[in-house]
Nanobody, 122 residues
Framework: QVQLVESGGGLVQPGGSLRLSCAASGRVFSINTMGWYRQAPGKQRELAAA???????NYADSVKGRFTISRDNAKNTVYLQMNSLKPEDTGVYYC????????????????WGQGTQVTVSS
């Protein structure tokens, strides 16, 4: 019942910046925590950043000080500003959202975006 549409990925040089967006839509009761997991080839998927509905962020140690996550609840959209990008940031970034469905009884589940490729290379 929730769809997550990502945009903003692409190819940048080391030290460059990208801004990812993820817009949620669908018939849900509420959208709670949102964020991004990322996965490089041959590596485990890791949580890069997350943000609660109230705006409290959480970052992986590897991105602290370089990435900033934010959200616009009115637009059901979460953003990830990525600065000072490094080659090791390369991977597929998957937006996710913890949503509560408007059913009886209501229940919470995780919705996933399709993934967007981020490549940092010279």
């Amino acid at each position: 019942q929730v769809q997550l549409v990502e945009s903003g990925g692409g190819l940048v040089q080391p030290g460059g910046s990208l801004r990812l967006s993820c817009a949620a839509s669908g018939r849900v009761f509420s959208i709670n925590t949102m964020g991004w997991y990322r996965q490089a080839p041959g590596k485990q998927r890791e949580l890069a950043a997350a943000i609660t509905r109230a705006g409290s962020p959480n970052y992986a140690d590897s991105v602290k000080g370089r990435f900033t996550i934010s959200r616009d609840n009115a637009k059901n959209t979460v953003y990830l500003q990525m600065n000072s990008l490094k080659p090791e940031d390369t991977g597929v970034y998957y937006c996710y959202a913890e949503v509560t469905l408007g059913i009886t009884p209501p229940r919470t589940y995780t919705g996933w975006g399709q993934g967007t490729q981020v490549t940092v290379s010279s």
